[in-house]
């Protein structure tokens, strides 16, 4: 069984910091590429970063470039996304996604052709 699971979201003010963490049961994240999206109320779906597991290289939205961090830690099977400066408009369900393909080609499809899905957590940036 392949699950995905997202913590770490909550309410945060603007300029503020929150760490979502990606857990994986019944596989190793470190054979799959990792990337994070986004639905904010009322909008589509959208990409936020993705960790390539054959090299290592990251991807961004130039929404968030220079404030979120995409990370892995292999001794936990766990990827995180560090959220600094956090706006309003960062304000969305934040999911994990996982792409055996390696190389980020899901997180770059148009309707983000990724294999597994976490179920979500909810990220809210208010004063």
């Known amino acids: 069984q392949v699950v995905l699971e997202e913590s770490g979201g909550g309410l945060a003010q603007p300029g503020g910091s929150l760490r979502l963490s990606c857990t994986a049961s019944g596989f190793t994240l470190d054979y799959w590429a990792i990337g994070w999206f986004r639905q904010a109320p009322g909008k589509e779906r959208e990409g936020v970063s993705c960790?390539?597991?054959?090299?290592?290289?990251?991807y961004y939205a130039d929404s968030v470039k220079g404030r979120f961090t995409i990370s892995r830690d292999s001794a936990k099977n766990m990827v995180y996304l560090q959220m600094n400066s956090l706006k309003p408009e960062d304000t969305a369900v934040y999911y994990c996604?996982?792409?055996?393909?390696?190389?980020?080609?899901?997180?770059?499809?148009?309707?983000?052709?990724?294999?597994?899905w976490g179920k979500g957590t909810l990220v809210t940036v208010s004063s």
């Open positions: 996604a996982a792409d055996a393909f390696q190389s980020c080609s899901g997180y770059m499809s148009s309707q983000f052709d990724m294999d597994y």
């Open positions: 960790i390539r597991s054959n090299d290592g290289s990251t």
